[in-house]
């Protein structure tokens, strides 16, 4: 059975750096063509794709937050991790991981809200 | 990044009713479009991926096509649990775009 699961500090200062952790379960991302993602939602709006990271360690990110974006993964290959840095207002958002399969996202984590707020 | 325009934004129709959303993509995707189902307070759900292959367990009523870079979703015969918002995905480059979505809502 295929579980993800987001962790993250709920609400952050702006400037800070958001730190958020991806748990997963069911496969591992140490298998040929495994790729787990991040991506945001903000309440009442689309998704946003942030990052990747695939089996090999190559890691993928969106052009407009390349520079404040770091993925990263367990050498366990059982989690990985997201870091924005200089975050404002904008940031707040609901943030997932998914598994990347099948052209799709086939399994997503149940979110995590995110509140930047002074 | 492509670009992915979905219509309509709201639409409102009645159980049984034939349901079709629409997703334009503003270059050549291929067939690299995933569909997705979203209930409030919930996570998204893949539906489609491939433009027309169902993911394990949707209902069969539920399928996708591809006209061009004009891709749909038709839910043939509308339930219940089927009420929520959908968005259409670019899985062509990177970045992964989505769709705005479309609500829709029980009549």
């Known amino acids: 059975q295929v579980t993800l699961k987001e962790s993250g500090p709920g609400m952050l200062q702006p400037s800070k750096t958001l730190s958020l952790t991806c748990s997963f379960s069911?496969?591992?991302?140490?298998?040929?063509?495994?790729?787990v993602s991040w991506i945001r939602q903000p309440s009442g709006k689309s998704l946003e794709w942030l990052a990747a990271i695939d089996w090999d360690g190559d890691k993928y990110y969106n052009p407009s937050l390349k520079s404040r974006l770091t993925v990263s993964k367990d050498t366990s290959n059982t989690q990985v991790f997201l870091k924005i840095t200089s975050v404002d207002i904008a940031d707040t958002a609901t943030y997932y991981c998914?598994?990347?399969?099948?052209?799709?996202?086939?399994?997503w984590g149940q979110g995590v809200m995110v509140t930047v707020s002074s | 990044d492509i670009q992915m325009t979905q219509s309509p934004a709201s639409l409102s129709a009645s159980l049984e009713e034939i349901v079709t959303i629409t997703c334009q993509a503003s270059?050549?995707?291929?067939?690299?479009l995933a569909w997705y189902q979203q209930k409030p307070g919930k996570s998204p759900q893949l539906l489609i991926y491939?433009?027309?292959s169902l993911a394990d367990g949707v209902p069969s009523r539920f399928s996708g096509s591809r006209s061009g870079t004009q891709y749909s979703l038709k839910i043939s015969r509308l339930q219940v649990e089927d009420i929520g918002i959908y968005y259409c995905?670019?899985?062509?480059?990177?970045?992964?775009?989505f769709g705005g979505g479309t609500k829709l809502e029980l009549k």
């Open positions: 998914a598994r990347r399969q099948l052209g799709g996202f086939d399994y």
């Open positions: 270059q050549n995707i291929g067939n690299w």
């Open positions: 069911g496969f591992s991302l140490s298998t040929s063509g495994m790729v």
């Open positions: 491939g433009t027309t």
């Open positions: 995905q670019q899985a062509s480059s990177t970045p992964p775009t």
